[in-house]
């Protein structure tokens, strides 16, 4: 079955660091661009980061510098480190692939920043 | 940045009725214009890509139009599992940008 399937997630404290997970199946994750994109409690959906085929990363503004997204091809999983994290950060966060837009999403990490 | 403006924000539909979405651009793009379905709990789901192609297996009743600026998700005849919130997305442009979202309620 072609599917994401993210974990990780968690309470964190505010400052602290995260990492999350994402074991893609069915599919070569390095074959697509993968992404990451969160969506605060009862707020819409924000775009966080991206990897491409090539290893290149791309990220939202206010997440560059903290957040960190990479790959490991053997174990076909993608990941976001995120340090620094702040109260705003509190969000679940998806894993998702791309073609044409976003084709597969994960089920969802569950991130909250709170002391 | 590309700034996408979804509206209505909400609105109350009856089974049967015709739905309008509409994702505005701040500044005119190309066809990289994607739309979800996400219902409570759960993740998004693509209904249709590149403006106006529909995802497989989504139901015929659901179109997407529009160019330059301005897009537009249709569903017509709409069935009780449409109650949701959409999502319109830019993936043209960095940094990748959504609509706000419109929830489809029942009237």
């Known amino acids: 079955e072609v599917q994401l399937v993210e974990s990780g997630g968690g309470l964190v404290q505010p400052g602290g660091s995260l990492r999350l997970s994402c074991v893609a199946s069915g599919f070569t994750l390095n074959d697509y661009w993968m992404h990451w994109v969160r969506q605060a409690p009862g707020k819409g959906l924000v775009w966080v980061s991206e990897?491409?085929?090539?290893?290149?990363?791309v990220y939202a503004d206010s997440m560059r510098g903290r957040f960190t997204i990479s790959r490991d091809i053997a174990k076909n999983t993608l990941f976001l480190q995120m340090s620094g994290l702040r109260a705003d950060d509190t969000a679940t966060y998806y894993c998702v692939r791309s073609t044409s837009g976003f084709d597969l999403w994960g089920q969802g990490a569950r991130v909250t920043v709170s002391s | 940045d590309i700034q996408m403006t979804q509206s209505p924000t909400s609105l109350s539909a009856s089974v049967g009725d015709r739905v309008t979405i509409t994702c505005r651009a701040s500044q005119g793009m190309g066809t990289a214009l994607s739309w979800y379905q996400q219902k409570p709990g759960k993740a998004p789901k693509r209904l249709i890509f590149d403006v106006s192609t529909l995802h497989s297996g989504v139901p015929s009743r659901f179109s997407g139009s529009g160019s330059g600026t301005e897009f537009t998700l249709t569903i017509t005849n709409l069935q009780p599992e449409d109650f949701a919130t959409y999502y319109c997305?830019?993936?043209?442009?960095?940094?990748?940008?959504f609509g706000g979202g419109t929830e489809v309620g029942i009237k």
């Open positions: 997305l830019q993936h043209g442009r960095y940094p990748l940008t």
């Open positions: 990897i491409h085929i090539d290893g290149l990363t």
